[in-house]
């Protein structure tokens, strides 16, 4: 169960990583990070390229993390801007968070605590590919 402590936590987990972001180019700095099944904490950190398109999200940074510390399955997740305020994963980082996620993933989002296929409904992926297999 997550707790108003546990988000307490991932919170500062996130800002810490925030302060870590590389972007120099949009100022926008992004951090991120999640509780995974096994009860660790991950975090990841957007960092920017001077070719634009080959920057990484903040959420690219924490499934590298997810794999790199273990594995596992995300069951809560928070993200933060620079002044720490919510920020809502885009569409194709909810993609990528369905795709790691334990099944009711919490989100901290701008409008409250949702589940992951609340903000990404209709969703597909890995399990739809063992069920069509």
């Not at 936590?9 to 990583?17: G, I, P, S, V």
């Not at 569409?91 to 989100?107: F, I, K, N, T």
Request: aromatic share 8%; hydrophobic share 40%; net charge negative.
């Amino acid at each position: 169960m997550v707790t108003e402590e546990s988000w307490q936590l991932l919170r500062e987990a996130a800002t810490e990583a925030m302060q870590k972001a590389y972007a120099p180019y949009s100022q926008f700095r992004v951090g991120v990070s999640a509780y995974v099944d096994d009860g660790r904490i991950i975090t990841g950190c957007n960092v920017e390229n001077a070719s634009y398109g080959v920057g990484l999200c903040a959420e690219c940074g924490l499934i590298s993390a997810l794999f790199s510390s273990g594995g596992g399955k995300l069951v809560a997740f928070d993200c933060v801007d620079g002044h720490g305020n919510t920020l809502m994963p885009c569409g194709r980082c909810r993609q990528l968070l369905y795709e790691h996620s334990a099944p009711g993933m919490l989100l901290n989002t701008v409008s409250g605590i949702h589940t992951i296929d609340e903000v990404l409904p209709d969703a597909f992926g890995p399990r739809d590919l063992e069920e069509r297999a």
